[in-house]
């Protein structure tokens, strides 16, 4: 909502000054948005005579004018307007002034070698009007005296934006911000009194407004007036409205958008001779068309709510007037409309329609139902005034009647919910000021509420006007006390910030990306699940919810690879989604690594990243979240995108009950699809939710300590099985073997080739033998010696080799 | 008697020339192996008459500790002259670079929801989480925002279904109404996470974050709002003194409604906060709509409390002078390595929020 000071200063009688306004405003709620000086530099924009013109000496269509600007010399001014003559009075722009419709700054400058001074000027320059044809004539009976003078009245306004939060419709209007400032002491209301429209002829448009199952018009008034000349506005009207960035177009079209403006109360002038036989109200047959003052054509649902004749639809009421009957310079006769439509309706026709206009935000937000007869009465005396002709009577339908609202307010509740106590006689004076009519039953006030004020129904909306009215700054601050009866965090939660940190600390760096992705990347990751679109992304790059974060990270990764970097580790925390409906989404921490480690060092080995690092990476971090390594299980059946043989997944024990990770190589042929340009890409993906909370608390997680200060021995052997069997079996075979004596396995080696019969591998363990009880003799050590051969030979056909 | 120091005198001349360890330990031997010319003397003690004996043996012992420590300084002299070569030879530079290691990095984000959250815990709040994707009854409805109202325009929504039944929540109020429906007052929650708008320009992402904050007891009024974000701003930009402005507004699940703004100034191209007279908005506040306590059957002439809502990217961007609100999700290297935080860095309530 655009104001200026002065256009306030209509409605409000104050002596302070535009920056207690700007503070005031903001204070009470009417946010000021920005604020334009619109007139700086207008000052210079001159009242002036042509004295003499003469043709140009180089071009046809100039002239080279001597103009009078009221100082002693007459400047030489070159012009191109067919209209530019002796005797003719118009606006001088001097070089340093800025056209306001180019924005252009005025120099000096030579028009085919004759120095022109300054400007002459059409309205259009000057955003005036549209019109373009030649410069301004100003009437020299008005203006005669004014040469040398400004023209544009002398304005130290301000244009100020205020943004108006949607339960305040009333502040769509000057007069309701008015009304706002002077309850908070701003000032104090000017008492305008109506003027009406006093006629006797009757208005013979008949008017109708059919029942319909939902009617979106509950009143709709109007009055024929007749015989108009139909003008361009007068200076302080189109003033007004050059002030707050409107362009004036016509007298009747300018008189509307003030009275909008002024008091929030919308209307809408037809041509009356264009209206075929009357107007009725209806709703809207699927399939209508119409044109509407935007030049655009419409296609209507069922049910919308139009103003129409006998012809068809003439407007989309409160919402936007069509081409048939609009007003235009030559109209005669006009049927001025000043109704009420329900802002539901509004709503949802312009939402259908995509169409927002002035009218429509202010229906849709709650217009005043008893303003109909106001705004014609305001709109109709102004056309009279400037275009002339006669009045009609007003006439009123209607379909429902405004009912008066009242509300008991126990004003004890306000102490309650601000916190802060104001007396009576300020609570009184509040909300007096701002339209409340007030009755004290008991200890209750009993309160009319303003018509004007849709958004206020319950005791809560009177606290809150109260509260704002009185000022914020009066709520004290009490400070929090610290303590605290709850934890902060969930275990969920914990584990979340655990890992998070753990992962991080392993080399990643942390990245957030969005939580949808482009269908084609997720594709790669989808795996078994389905697609999650979302109807009205803002690009197709992000058209689905992501089922991995890989495809974000992956494509991230490769940004950064194409930045020329070429060993990376990101990771991401964050929710990937199964299915569209609340809840169906999972946590999982996701990495990605790219390229080699001690790339080009002077000391270490370089060699790729490989899925040995991924699966370190998840292992030592689920160790540090508190997960005991002992159960850990491995297998390698992992999604396809993965690579088929250098991935695993991982249980936290043998149960296999939910997969807590996969690890491994990214499928090759993802990477080559992606076209990703590095060595070695791999990743991992923990799935949070997966992950069984431990019970126990850190302090009952430590278990007694107990150490062993027997003496230890390491025996190494090494077994040849078959390929398929697995490090982990054999692991496992021999821990089981004495899990008393037995404290470490290791596999040290792993051979393949030459001396091994195909098929099989060779794979090297170290054991520590320890005891608790006593120091193990070289019999004690035979012993398991042969035990762990023995049972590892017969449980998984290995071959101890000599 | 002269025979041992014959020895004695022969093996220190012996030992005055320049040995190597292994001709030292042939002398040890001599002298001192199983048969060595000392150890067979000491054999000899027995048959010394009885008269001399004692000088004898006294004599043998003195000659030995001599010899044994002539020996031990020998191969001490030599030993260190060894180490002393070898360190030599063993100078490397120092200056050539260590091992490599890579740093991890967390997310400014991540970092200033953790900040966020440490500095309500100490005063009382948990921790509380809602699903990303919403239905439009939690979004909207429950929270006073009816199916065409206005309010709803201000946020641009994704939906997921043509019926818009369900939609990326677009705030996080709806955990609100998600704790509310799942347990009894009081409630002192936070609720930090993802959301979502169809908006996207230099300063709108269509994924940012915020955290919620609500506080329902018997008798919650404005003051304790007033106090709870005044302490937490104070805190989270680590000041001692903060300006701080509290402006009527309205948002539907609130009133009255605040938007919350705070003062700063720009000296040298950075942005203070907390001195100046420029006002910066940085959050919405206001009373729990008592439409939006009945909606989770809560009696509001008994509870009453406080929310708010604060943008945790624009938090972060004030604090660490980020100025691009995109270039959190851009995931470019060199920024996330610049902003981002080492993992060890947690924000705690005894060690402060930030180094």
């Not at chain 1, 292992?619 to 995108?641: C, H, R, W």
Request: proline content about 3%.
């Amino acid at each position: 909502m655009k104001i200026t000071f002065d256009w306030l200063k209509d409605h409000l009688n104050t002596n302070l000054k535009e920056d207690k306004l700007l503070e005031e405003l903001t204070n009470i709620g009417l946010e000021v948005e920005s604020i334009e000086n619109l007139s700086s530099g207008l000052d210079l924009f001159k009242v002036a005579k042509i004295i003499k013109t003469e043709k140009h000496p180089n071009a046809d269509r100039l002239k080279v004018c001597d103009v009078d600007i009221g100082e002693k010399e007459l400047k030489k001014v070159v012009c191109g307007a067919p209209n530019a003559q002796e005797g003719l009075i118009t606006i001088f722009a001097p070089p340093g002034a800025i056209v306001p419709k180019s924005k252009l700054k005025l120099v000096v400058t030579k028009i085919r070698d004759v120095t022109s001074y300054g400007m002459l000027c059409s309205e259009s320059e000057l955003n005036l009007s549209d019109e373009s044809e030649g410069i301004i004539e100003l009437k020299t009976s008005k203006y005669q005296k004014n040469i040398g003078k400004s023209y544009f009245s002398k304005s130290n306004s301000n244009l100020i934006d205020l943004s108006i939060t949607p339960n305040r419709s009333d502040c769509l209007g000057v007069r309701g911000i008015a009304r706002d400032l002077a309850a908070s002491g701003f000032g104090k209301m000017k008492y305008i009194k109506e003027k009406k429209i006093n006629s006797k002829t009757k208005q013979t448009i008949k008017v109708k407004i059919n029942k319909e199952k939902v009617q979106g018009c509950g009143s709709f008034g109007s009055c024929l007036i007749t015989n108009v000349k139909n003008t361009e506005s007068p200076k302080w009207l189109k003033d007004k409205l050059v002030s707050v960035g409107q362009k004036p177009i016509s007298a009747i079209v300018d008189i509307t958008n003030y009275v909008m403006l002024d008091i929030n109360r919308p209307l809408h002038a037809y041509d009356a001779d264009k209206i075929d036989r009357g107007i009725i109200v209806r709703n809207s047959k699927s399939g209508e068309k119409f044109t509407a003052l935007d030049n655009k054509s419409y296609k209507l649902d069922e049910g919308m709510c139009v103003i129409s004749d006998n012809k068809g639809i003439l407007g989309l009421g409160g919402i936007i007037g069509g081409t048939r009957s609009g007003t235009e310079l030559n109209t005669k006769n006009i049927l001025l409309e000043s109704a009420y439509f329900n802002p539901r309706s509004i709503r949802g026709t312009s939402k259908k329609l995509n169409l927002d206009t002035d009218a429509k935000f202010r229906f849709e937000r709650g217009i005043d139902p008893l303003s109909i007869e106001s705004g014609l009465n305001k709109a109709a005396l102004l056309i009279k005034e400037i275009c002339g002709g006669e009045i009609s009577k007003i006439d009123i339908q209607k379909t429902e009647t405004y009912k008066i609202k009242i509300l008991k307010f126990d004003p004890n509740l306000f102490e309650r919910v601000t916190g802060f106590k104001i007396s009576n006689k300020e609570m009184l004076k509040i909300l007096e000021d701002l339209g409340f009519k007030i009755k004290k039953e008991n200890k209750y006030l009993k309160l009319t509420i303003p018509s004007w004020r849709p958004d206020i129904s319950q005791e809560i909306d009177v606290i809150e006007e109260l509260a704002r009215i009185s000022g914020y700054d009066k709520i004290k601050i009490i400070d929090p006390i610290k303590e605290r009866t709850k934890s902060t965090l969930t275990k969920s939660q914990k584990l979340f910030h655990f890992l998070q940190r753990a992962i991080a600390s392993k080399g990643y760096i942390e990245a957030i990306t969005w939580s949808f992705t482009d269908s084609n990347f997720n594709d790669h990751f989808r795996g078994a699940n389905k697609e999650i679109k979302i109807v009205n992304p803002i690009s197709s790059e992000l058209g689905v919810l992501r089922n991995s974060i890989f495809s974000n990270l992956i494509m991230y990764m490769n940004k950064n690879l194409d930045r020329g970097f070429k060993d990376l580790s990101i990771f991401e925390i964050g929710p990937i989604f199964k299915g569209s409906n609340p809840g169906e989404q999972n946590i999982v921490a996701c990495g990605l690594s790219a390229g080699k480690k001690s790339r080009l060092s002077w000391i270490d080995e370089e060699r790729n990243v490989d899925v040995f690092d991924a699966k370190k990476d998840v292992v030592q971090t689920l160790i540090e979240a508190g997960y005991n390594y002992d159960k850990f299980f491995i297998d390698s059946e992992t999604p396809n995108y993965y690579h088929p043989g250098k991935s695993g997944r991982l249980f936290l024990n043998r149960g296999k009950e939910q997969v807590a990770a996969y690890f491994g190589e990214i499928h090759p042929n993802i990477l080559k699809k992606i076209d990703i340009k590095s060595e070695s890409i791999v990743g991992f993906e923990i799935f949070l939710d997966n992950l069984k909370l431990p019970k126990k608390t850190l302090n009952n997680q430590k278990t007694k300590f107990t150490v062993s200060d027997y003496q230890k021995s390491e025996r190494d052997f090494a077994f040849v099985v078959n390929k398929d069997v697995n490090a982990q079996e054999l692991i496992n075979v021999i821990s089981s073997v004495d899990q008393n004596l037995i404290s470490n396995i290791k596999v040290f080696d792993l051979y393949e080739g030459k001396n091994i019969p195909e098929n099989q591998k060779s794979i090297a363990i170290s054991v520590t033998i320890q005891s608790q009880e006593k120091t193990l003799n070289d019999k004690d050590l035979d012993n398991i010696n042969n035990l762990i051969i023995k049972t590892v030979e017969n449980k998984t056909g290995a071959k101890i080799r000599s | 008697m002269s025979d041992i120091k014959n020895i004695r005198d022969q093996f220190i001349s012996k030992l005055k020339n320049d040995l190597s360890i292994d001709e030292i330990n042939n002398i040890k031997t001599e002298l001192f192996g199983k048969n060595g010319l000392i150890s067979s003397q000491f054999k000899n003690i027995g048959s010394i008459v009885e008269v001399d004996r004692k000088k004898f043996a006294s004599d043998l012992n003195m000659i030995k500790d001599e010899l044994q420590n002539l020996i031990i300084d020998k191969i001490k002299k030599i030993e260190l002259t060894k180490i002393n070569e070898k360190l030599e030879n063993e100078k490397i530079d120092v200056t050539l670079p260590e091992r490599s290691f890579v740093r991890g990095k967390i997310h400014p984000v991540s970092q200033t929801i953790d900040e966020i959250s440490s500095i309500f815990s100490e005063i009382g709040f948990s921790v509380e989480e809602g699903p990303d994707i919403e239905n439009e009854y939690n979004n909207f409805t429950a929270l006073n925002t009816p199916d065409n109202h206005p309010a709803r325009d201000m946020h641009d929504t994704f939906y997921l279904d043509e019926n818009k039944e369900t939609l990326l929540r677009t705030h996080t109020s709806p955990v609100q109404i998600r704790t509310m429906l799942k347990d009894k007052p009081p409630f002192k929650i936070i609720a930090p996470g993802r959301t979502y708008r169809s908006d996207s320009d230099q300063t709108h992402a269509p994924m940012f974050h915020q955290v919620e904050g609500l506080c329902i007891d018997k008798d919650i009024h404005m003051g304790y709002l007033k106090g709870c974000l005044n302490y937490f701003i104070k805190e989270f930009f680590e000041v001692e003194k903060i300006k701080m402005r509290f402006r009527p507004s309205h948002f539907p699940f609130t009133e009255p409604s605040a938007e919350v703004d705070i003062g700063y100034e720009i000296k040298d191209g950075k942005i203070i906060i907390g001195e100046g007279d420029q006002w910066l908005e940085i959050l919405g506040c206001g009373m729990v709509h008592p439409n939006v306590l009945k909606n989770v059957k809560i009696d509001s002439s008994k509870f009453q409390g406080y929310a708010f809502g604060i943008g945790i990217d624009r938090l972060a961007m004030l604090k660490y002078g980020i100025n691009d609100l995109r270039s959190f999700f851009d995931c470019d290297y060199r920024w996330l390595n610049h902003f981002g935080f080492d993992p060890l860095d947690v924000p705690t309530n005894y060690r402060g929020l930030s180094r």
